[in-house]
């Protein structure tokens, strides 16, 4: 589990983020920091992997946190999320190695491609000794690839929001059948085959035909594939 840690003074928006991190697997609060002094000690005592970080809070910001994290040597990764949008700031939380920046007020959905991002870079790094060049540029390098995909529009009837329930969903089991997509999720066996079918089109998922007792069944497994997707969910 990744542990991450809160830094924003205002503790509605607070409360909206931890709710926002709930609703992602992989991922353990640990705490709300609501100053910058009030999350030095806590990064310092407890093992945090990540911090979601304001700038703009009283007392010292959160860049200058960034930088105090660079400065001490902490092996804790920052998503800067904050109403900051002038690029003095921008520029400054990338230099000190900000991996996303999040502009106030966001959907859930560009919330979740970041975690789901960093999750998956997260395990890459901490599950394996060593990366040849090839997985290092498609699996670590490839942010700046995906920010010059061209957005594409989905299907007529399909929705990011449902389409990302089932991504994530597909994500923890092998292979499955469009029924039991539909009674993980409670969306509708038809609306789940729709979603299916594209996912296949775009060679996401790999589909076979089943025989057995009564009517022959359509498995699906994931063949991969899955940076395609980030065009049709930006």
Request: with cysteine.
């Amino acid at each position: 589990m990744i542990k991450v840690l809160i830094v924003e003074d205002d503790p509605m928006v607070a409360e909206f983020n931890k709710r926002y991190l709930s609703k992602i697997d992989g991922y353990q609060f640990v705490d709300i920091a609501y100053s910058v002094e009030e999350a030095i000690p806590m990064m310092e005592e407890k093992d945090i992997q990540l911090v979601l970080l304001d700038v703009y809070m009283p007392g010292q910001n959160g860049l200058e946190l960034l930088t105090t994290i660079r400065e001490k040597g902490l092996t804790i990764d920052v998503i800067l999320i904050t109403a900051a949008t002038d690029t003095d700031n921008i520029q400054s939380a990338l230099h000190y190695g900000a991996i996303d920046y999040l502009i106030k007020p966001f959907e859930f959905i560009r919330f979740q491609q970041a975690l789901m991002r960093y999750k998956e870079k997260f395990e890459i790094l901490h599950k394996r000794e060593s990366l040849n060049q090839e997985e290092l540029d498609q699996k670590l390098l490839h942010s700046e690839q995906i920010k010059n995909i061209e957005k594409k529009t989905l299907p007529k009837g399909l929705t990011k929001s449902t389409l990302c329930v089932i991504i994530d969903t597909i994500k923890k089991v092998k292979s499955f059948s469009t029924d039991e997509i539909a009674d993980y999720t409670t969306i509708s066996r038809v609306s789940v085959r729709k979603y299916l079918m594209f996912l296949v089109e775009i060679e996401v998922l790999e589909e076979t035909l089943t025989y057995g007792i009564g009517r022959p069944v359509y498995q699906y497994s994931l063949k991969g594939n899955m940076d395609i997707l980030e065009a049709y969910l930006q």
